[in-house]
């Protein structure tokens, strides 16, 4: 079981929005940066989101981070196809002195 | 920017494979260097890390005392030895620079699988 935790799957219609959770806690989202990749099969994982809610170049806005006390959420906006993916949200954790990752959400685009 | 992984294959239980990571097209010297691994229909592992000079590592608790992230800036490549292997640790390994920065890059990884 991940130290972060995040729905197994979420789904949405093409064109339509979706949010992603994650939650932690202060040893870990409480109290560190929050980052989320985008993995599709077979493919190495995509950075979306670093810092909580900065996007690196050639990262469209229709992805957007937040965090608010010890949880952060991903947004995603104008939903298309190409973004069936699983999702992965991120952080250091001070207590186990170690990186880590959520148990990833996988994206439906019906 | 490319990371190049090698040294996955096939090996048995109590075993040991040595994966190795050549970077090329930027300052390795600059950048933390990260191993992850996802195991078959499983989530993504981070699984160690090293400091740009060396001096300081970390690793997941299921692997301390097993695997040791070292790394050679002469010859821009970071090495994960892995000691003890068991079927658990069976899974694709990734190379990653900069992990959670504005720059992160992932190699396209290397399948290590435990059996018999």
């Known amino acids: 079981q991940s130290v972060l935790t995040q729905p197994p799957s979420v789904s949405a219609a093409p064109g339509q929005k979706v949010t992603i959770s994650c939650s932690g806690s202060?040893?870990?989202?409480?109290?560190?940066?929050v980052f989320w990749y985008q993995h599709l099969p077979g493919t190495a994982p995509k950075l979306l989101i670093y810092?909580?809610?900065e996007r690196p170049s050639g990262i469209p806005d229709r992805f957007s981070g937040s965090k608010s006390g010890t949880s952060a959420t991903l947004g995603i906006t104008g939903l298309q196809t190409g973004d069936e993916a699983d999702y992965y949200c991120?952080?250091?954790?001070?207590?186990?002195?170690?990186?880590?990752f959520g148990g990833g959400t996988k994206l439906t685009v019906l | 920017v490319q990371l190049v992984e090698s040294g996955g294959g096939l090996v048995q239980p109590g075993g040991s494979l040595r994966l190795s990571c050549v970077a090329s097209?930027?300052?390795?010297?600059?950048?933390?260097m990260s191993w992850v691994r996802q195991a078959p229909g499983m989530g993504l592992e981070w699984v160690a890390n090293?400091?740009?000079?060396?001096?300081?590592?970390y690793y997941v608790n299921s692997v301390k005392g097993r695997f040791t992230i070292s790394r050679d800036n002469t010859k821009k490549s970071v090495y994960l030895q892995m000691d003890s292997l068991r079927a658990e640790d069976t899974a694709v390994y990734y190379c990653?620079?900069?992990?959670?920065?504005?720059?992160?890059?992932w190699g396209q990884g290397t399948l290590v699988t435990v059996s018999s």
């Open positions: 990653v620079r900069a992990i959670a920065a504005i720059d992160s890059d």
């Open positions: 097209g930027f300052t390795f010297s600059d950048y933390w």
């Open positions: 090293i400091k740009q000079d060396g001096s300081v590592k």
């Open positions: 202060s040893s870990n989202i409480g109290n560190n940066y």
């Open positions: 810092d909580n809610t």
């Open positions: 991120g952080s250091w954790d001070n207590s186990l002195s170690a990186i880590i």
